[in-house]
Antibody, heavy 121, light 110 residues
């Protein structure tokens, strides 16, 4: 079964850092680009960041550029999101998402259940 | 990176058809074939319904169809059913490794 399991969310003070992880299973992780998408409470979906299968292409939303860093580890079948200088507006459910095909870009066919990040003092 | 424009709401009666629009620019929707649509029920993760403008993943009913004209993409749901009531989001590749979402449309089945 194809599965994405996020972890690392929690309550953090403004200005602090947090690292999200996503454990992938049930597919050949190395073949697919991966993304992070977030959803603030009661709001719509927002693309955060993406990384190609071999990490040569990275993308970031303007709202997180310079503060967030995406990475992946093929040995651990894992995707990461390092979030620095967190702001209240970063409060959201963060989804780990797999692309459908082997290219970047492509549609998002598998979504995790999300990990909640709350930025508050 | 400006969000794509979707109507906040849409509605239709069971059996009817409804179309949701998604308007961008020549730098995103109009410039690429990578337009996709997602369905999200309350408290659930989104589900891919349409990719590459018109293609349906396996398991998605053929009542769902996609199209594009210029800078506007559309999702049409035919033969509306109660379970189609959900939020719908469009996305598009926006160049330079970026992706942009629409603001979402709440579909109500009357």
């Amino acid at each position: 079964e194809v599965q994405l399991v996020e972890s690392g969310g929690g309550l953090v003070q403004p200005g602090r850092s947090l690292r999200l992880s996503c454990a992938a299973s049930g597919f050949t992780f190395d073949y697919y680009a991966m993304h992070w998408v977030r959803q603030a409470p009661g709001k719509g979906l927002e693309w955060v960041s993406g990384i190609s299968s071999n990490s040569d292409r990275l993308g970031y939303a303007d709202s997180v550029k310079g503060r967030f860093t995406v990475s992946r580890d093929s040995a651990k079948n894992s995707l990461y999101l390092q979030m620095n200088s967190l702001r209240a507006e970063d409060t959201a459910l963060y989804y780990c998402v797999k692309e459908r095909g082997g290219t970047y870009p492509d549609a998002f066919d598998i979504w995790g259940q999300g990990t909640m990040v709350t930025v508050s003092s | 990176q400006s969000a794509l424009t979707q109507p906040p709401s849409a509605s239709g009666s069971p059996g009817q058809s409804v179309t949701i629009s998604c308007t961008g620019t020549s730098s995103d929707v109009g410039g690429y074939k990578f337009v996709s649509w997602y369905q999200q029920h309350p408290g659930k993760a989104p589900k891919l319904m349409i990719y590459e403008v018109t293609k349906r993943p396996s398991g998605v009913p053929d009542r769902f169809s996609g199209s594009k004209s210029g800078n506007t993409a559309s999702l049409t749901v035919s033969g509306l059913q109660a379970e189609d009531e959900a939020d719908y989001y469009c996305t598009s590749y926006a160049g330079t490794n970026n992706v942009v979402f629409g603001g979402g449309t709440k579909l109500t089945v009357l």
